[in-house]
């Protein structure tokens, strides 16, 4: 439910269409890829936790079209000793959670987030 509403989520994986941000700057071009989305029927997204938080525009965009985002950390499972790496990922966990931090600040008042995921394919570690 959505503000007491149900709401039927019907949506796709985002991974950003400009991982290097070269062409981050033009909110026409967010606008215009996630209305490509909005016409196919989507009202939601997940954002992918092996890619990057997108940019305000991308959220601006998502607000004005009513999307509902579901942001993941930067947490997958090619890099938590599943398939590589190590389970005690990341090496810095006070620089992760500050990361963190600074990523739910920034994005906290847009209407279209719905929630934020730790991420995915993830398993804990055994004693924490």
């Not at 490509?36 to 009202?43: D, E, H, I, T």
């Not at 599943?82 to 990341?90: K, L, V």
């Amino acid at each position: 439910k959505v503000n007491g509403h149900p709401v039927f989520l019907q949506g796709g994986n985002w991974i950003t269409t400009d991982l290097f941000l070269r062409y981050s700057n033009s909110p026409k071009r967010y606008l215009q890829e996630l209305q490509l989305l909005r016409n196919v029927g989507f009202n939601s997204l997940r954002v992918w936790g092996g890619g990057i938080a997108e940019t305000t525009y991308f959220y601006e965009a998502a607000d004005q079209l009513g999307l509902l985002i579901y942001q993941e950390f930067w947490m997958t499972g090619d890099n938590n000793g599943r398939f590589a790496g190590d389970y005690d990922w990341p090496l810095d966990h006070e620089a992760y959670l500050h990361n963190v931090w600074d990523t739910v600040k920034r994005l906290r008042n847009h209407p279209s987030l719905a929630w934020y995921g730790g991420g995915n394919e993830l398993f804990p570690i055994a004693d924490a």
